[in-house]
């Protein structure tokens, strides 16, 4: 792969890669084939993991508060895909 293409060292990985992660290792803990030190080594990767993720997902969540704020107060509201959908056939 290029560097150009790749994210720098300092950048977090992708929320994506860091879920997908996060799964592989829950799975190898979970058979139990792993010594203790490398379970407990992937137990603390994990952690991170689900930290980075939980941060993700915040920021996502802010993100989609700003876009929803009308009126200068921030409206809060189910996400409703029959409603999406209407407005997007309506135009």
Do not use: N
């Not at 920021?59 to 876009?67: H, I, P, Y």
Request: glycine share 4%.
């Amino acid at each position: 792969m290029s560097s150009q293409s790749e994210p720098s060292d300092a950048a977090p990985p992708a929320f994506e890669q860091s879920l997908a992660q996060l799964e592989q290792l829950v799975g190898q803990l979970e058979s139990g084939d792993l010594p203790l030190d490398a379970a407990l080594r992937s137990f603390e990767h994990g952690v991170r993991l689900t930290r980075e993720c939980q941060v993700a997902l915040s920021a996502a969540q802010q993100k989609v508060q700003l876009l929803m704020q009308r009126d200068g107060s921030a409206v809060i509201a189910d996400f409703d895909v029959a409603s999406t959908s209407d407005s997007a056939t309506a135009e």
